[in-house]
Nanobody, 126 residues
Framework: QVQLVESGGGLVQAGGSLRLSCAAS????????MGWFRQAPGKEREFVSA????????YHADSVKGRFTISRDNVKNTVYLQMNSLKPEDTAVYYC???????????????????WGQGTQVTVSS
């Protein structure tokens, strides 16, 4: 069992930055792929970023490439999402998720993740 707790959300002006953190419990954190997803009001949840267990492979949605960076610290059991050059369209609830490895699973689909945090609100004002 893995429990995830996000923090770092808030209100920021367009062009500003925030860093989200996701603290995980559980001794097997280092073996999980970790992802960030977001859901804006009236929209479906969408993939933002993901990082493999070793941290050697990262993935970002086209909408955030060049602006967001995902990283992890397997000693601290924490994954981060550094968000720069924020835009109003980045406004959403951001969720952290953990995925046990399986050959058939994709980092991209929320349905392939096993554990979810409660979410943290990010609001970007214009």
């Amino acid at each position: 069992q893995v429990q995830l707790v996000e923090s770092g959300g808030g209100l920021v002006q367009a062009g500003g930055s925030l860093r989200l953190s996701c603290a995980a419990s559980g001794r097997t954190f280092s073996t999980y792929t970790m992802g960030w997803f977001r859901q804006a009001p009236g929209k479906e949840r969408e993939f933002v970023s993901a990082i493999k267990w070793s941290g050697g492979s990262t993935y970002h949605a086209d909408s955030v490439k060049g602006r967001f960076t995902i990283s992890r610290d397997n000693v601290k059991n924490t994954v981060y999402l550094q968000m720069n050059s924020l835009k109003p369209e980045d406004t959403a609830v951001y969720y952290c998720a953990a995925q046990r490895w399986a050959l058939s699973r994709s980092y991209y689909y929320g349905r392939d993740y096993d554990y979810w945090g409660q979410g943290t609100q990010v609001t970007v004002s214009s």
